[in-house]
């Protein structure tokens, strides 16, 4: 059996990208696929767990990202990797690219201290590169962090991180792009300032050129 697809959705908090994933999935349903929708921090019990934790207990930086890094290890090994080999397509509301915009970017942390624990909760002591994951898609849904503030100061009480200052976010947003210039393949850039159609066009004419919402591009 092939594969499966994986593909991400990453943004700051207030870009919208949530609300998106059920719709891409419709569309994946659509053309035969089968669809496993999963979110970091979270996916599993003890994922799951681990976000209460980091949204809502306070922490350093050091913490944060080693609690984030336990969640996708366990979230990696109970879902992902098993929907994958399944055949299924993966949709991810987070993976690897918010650590580095996050907790790299947002919080200061050394990216080659991230990129040494991402190899290890994705590969385990042995470090075998061969069991590195990328997504074959990432989403990436750009905003202006004065619109997402705007925008999440109508939403519900903020968590730890939503209720970071617009500062962070300018840091968080430059990690993105940072990210996304260094994966121009897999990485595609979404303008999450349009009207909500507009953006869910935009996301599936990108899955769509990839060939993966058509009916024949995969068994």
Not at 28 to 43: C, I, K, Q
Not at 62 to 79: G, M, N
Not at 191 to 197: H, S, V
Request: aromatic share 6%; proline share 5%.
């Amino acid at each position: 059996m092939n594969r499966g697809l994986f593909i991400t959705f990453e943004g700051i908090d207030g870009a919208g990208k949530s609300s998106h994933i059920a719709r891409l999935a419709d569309a994946l349903r659509g053309a035969g696929r089968e669809v496993v929708l999963t979110r970091e921090p979270g996916g599993t019990p003890l994922a799951e767990t681990l976000r209460e934790l980091l949204l809502h207990q306070p922490m350093d930086a050091l913490t944060e990202v080693l609690l984030a890094f336990a969640a996708r290890r366990d979230h990696l090994r109970q879902v992902i990797g098993p929907a994958l080999a399944k055949g299924c397509v993966v949709l991810c509301d987070r993976f690897t690219d918010a650590t580095f915009a996050y907790q790299g970017a947002g919080r200061g942390l050394d990216g080659a201290l991230l990129s040494y624990m991402e190899r290890v909760a994705q590969t385990g002591i042995a470090q075998n590169d061969d069991l590195m994951l990328d997504p074959d898609m990432t989403l990436w849904f750009d905003l202006p962090p004065a619109v997402a503030a705007a925008r999440l100061a109508d939403a519900r009480a903020p968590d730890r991180f939503e209720s970071q200052p617009q500062a962070f976010f300018s840091r968080v947003a430059q990690g993105y792009a940072d990210r996304a210039a260094q994966a121009p393949q897999r990485m595609f850039r979404i303008d999450a300032a349009l009207e909500r159609e507009q953006v869910a066009e935009q996301m599936l004419a990108a899955v769509a050129a990839r060939g993966w919402l058509s009916a024949d591009s995969h068994g």
